[in-house]
Structure formats: C-alpha cells, structure tokens
C-alpha cells in the first residue's frame, strides 16, 4: 500500500559527504515521523535521525553534529545529509514512515528496501 524508496548511498572516503534521499508513495493520508535507520554487518539495526510532521528532530549521539535530518512534506520526502563521514558509518541506511493510510485512521510503520554507504579509511 505504501512504498518508501530510497536513494543516495554509495562509496565515499572519510571525511566526505553524501545526502541520501526517501521518497513514499502509495495510500497515503498523512505521515507522521519519519526516520533513518542503519544496520552494520553482524549489528542490529539503530536509530540514526528521525523528524516529526512540524519538522522536531532528534539524532544518535554518534551522528549529533555531522548528520541533518530533513523533510518536504509536499514530496512525502525525508533526506539525510551526511558530512564528515566515518569508517564506522558504513552500514545498509534505511527509511522509515509512520504513515496513516487513506480511509484508516491508525498508523503503520514502513520500511524503504534500503541503501548501501561505504565508507573508506
């Protein structure tokens, strides 16, 4: 019913940037919070940033300061900038909505497919 599809990763070396992008479509009456998570090989996933509908974010400690979470509510868009990336970045980056669906009134949570950052020492 609803697809989140992410965009932007890639291989970068340390000290570089990258802004990643997640776009939903689908039945979509309003989004809520929406959030980027990462999943390093062998770890559990994590809460990198996530972003209300009045644009309030919060943000990991290991990303405070260097990562910005973003939104455009008319795009159903959320974005990360990335800057001064870190080996210990590099994990699978994926999208997150909090999304009430046309004719509902709850919310269900929806995950992009994910996108791969690398980043080289």
């Known amino acids: 019913q609803v697809r989140l599809v992410e965009s932007g990763g890639g291989l970068v070396q340390a000290g570089g940037s990258l802004r990643l992008s997640c776009a939903a479509s689908g039945s979509i009456s309003k989004i809520n919070d929406m959030g980027w998570y990462r999943q390093a090989p062998g770890k559990q996933r994590e809460l990198v940033a996530t972003i209300t509908s009045l644009g309030s974010s919060k943000y990991a400690d290991s990303v405070k300061g260097r990562f910005t979470i973003s939104r455009d509510n008319a795009k159903n868009a959320v974005y990360l900038q990335m800057n001064s990336l870190k080996p210990e970045d590099t994990a699978v980056y994926y999208c997150?909505?909090?999304?009430?669906?046309?004719?509902?009134?709850?919310?269900?949570?929806?995950w992009g497919q994910g996108t791969q950052v690398t980043v080289s020492s």
């Open positions: 997150n909505a909090d999304v009430v669906n046309i004719g509902s009134y709850l919310s269900y949570g929806y």
